[in-house]
Nanobody, 117 residues
Framework: QVQLVESGGGLVQAGDSLRLSCAAS????????MGWYRQAPGKQRELVAR???????NYADSVKGRFTISRDNAKNTVYLQMNSLKPEDTAVYYC???????????WGQGTQVTVSS
């Protein structure tokens, strides 16, 4: 089991940047994947970015080139650097982890990101 706590959300203007942090309760060195999802009002939760133990990453088309996911294994923390934010990025952002490729998901409580026009 792993507990995940997100932070770093807030209210910003279009074009601004934010960095979200996800602090894990245990070492993430051996965790298969860590990722970020988001859910806007009235919409389904969607994958934003995911990173794997080998260093590979996967991004939603809507954020590719603007968002960057990274790990700091020494700090048991995963980050999501969000640049050139758009109003459509407004959502609750959730940290996600899989301990193995066939393991169930663990989720954080979410952090609100609001981007004004």
């Amino acid at each position: 089991q792993v507990q995940l706590v997100e932070s770093g959300g807030g209210l910003v203007q279009a074009g601004d940047s934010l960095r979200l942090s996800c602090a894990a309760s245990r070492s993430i060195f051996r965790i298969y994947s860590m990722g970020w999802y988001r859910q806007a009002p009235g919409k389904q939760r969607e994958l934003v970015a995911r990173t794997f133990n080998g260093g590979s990453t996967n991004y939603a088309d809507s954020v590719k080139g603007r968002f960057t996911i990274s790990r700091d294994n020494a700090k048991n923390t995963v980050y999501l650097q969000m640049n050139s934010l758009k109003p459509e990025d407004t959502a609750v952002y959730y940290c996600n982890s899989k301990l193995g490729d066939s393991s169930p998901d663990y989720w954080g409580q979410g952090t609100q990101v609001t981007v004004s026009s």
